[in-house]
């Protein structure tokens, strides 16, 4: 059984709030990903990690960072939130030229 | 550049009709091919995979895809769709290099 967990589900926050969204796997993969999501809409990369202290950013410029301190957690961070960061944000893992498993999403609402 | 590509962006069918989701890919190497389906407010799931072997590929839920290399194609097929198949379906290719590409999604509405 795959695990991986995002929380909160959903978040509705002000401007100018600083925002963690959670990932957690059980799975042990090296590998993590974020991507943004607008509804309906592609999926966009934001963010990666192919290990413990390895991140790197994706396709898609953000205003977002990530840690990876642990293998198993990959936290995504917004210092300042914007309405224009509206959006749903997914989270997933995999191992090397894999399928990924992908956490429920986070609806983010910035007012 | 690698790409992938689904030309149809919203597919309608009624309700035990038969489904063909394209997706076309651009990559010099045989890549590893995925399809995903997306519930609304839901992350992925995957649906099947090819990695090599038989070009025609299982799935869960009934679906299945060909891997068509001189098309550079991976089609899903169903052959009678149910009204809970109505979802995002998401193309994917992993290359050699282990970057993975997302096509754009085809959104399938059922008619009952």
């Known amino acids: 059984e795959a695990d991986i967990y995002q929380t909160p589900r959903y978040l509705v926050i002000g401007t100018g709030k600083k925002i963690t969204l959670e990932c957690s796997q059980t799975?042990?993969?090296?590998?993590m990903y974020w991507y943004q999501q607008d509804p309906g809409m592609e999926l966009h990369l934001i963010h990666y990690?192919?290990?413990?202290?390895?991140?790197e950013k994706g396709d898609l410029s953000s205003e977002s960072t990530v840690s990876r301190i642990r293998t198993e957690h990959f936290p995504l961070t917004l210092e300042s939130a914007r309405p224009s960061h509206t959006s749903q944000y997914l989270c997933?893992?995999?191992?090397?030229?894999?399928?990924?498993?992908f956490g429920p999403g986070t609806r983010l609402t910035v007012t | 550049a690698q790409s992938v590509t689904q030309p149809d962006i919203h597919i309608t069918v009624s309700e035990g009709a038969s489904l063909e989701l394209r997706c076309n890919y651009s990559?010099?190497?045989?890549?590893?091919l995925f399809w995903y389906v997306q519930s609304p407010g839901q992350g992925l799931q995957l649906l099947l995979k090819?990695?090599?072997?038989?070009?025609l590929v299982q799935g869960i839920k009934g679906f299945e895809a060909e891997f068509k290399r001189s098309q550079s194609s991976f089609n899903l097929r169903k052959p009678s769709v149910h009204w809970s198949d109505a979802a995002e379906y998401f193309c994917?290719?992993?290359?050699?290099?282990?970057?993975?590409?997302f096509g754009p999604g085809t959104s399938l509405s059922v008619i009952p």
């Open positions: 997933a893992s995999s191992e090397s030229r894999s399928e990924q498993y």
């Open positions: 799975m042990g993969h090296d590998k």
């Open positions: 990690s192919y290990g413990v202290n390895s991140t």
């Open positions: 990559y010099g190497a045989t890549p590893y």
């Open positions: 090819y990695f090599s072997g038989d070009t």
């Open positions: 994917a290719v992993v290359t050699s290099y282990d970057k993975v590409i």
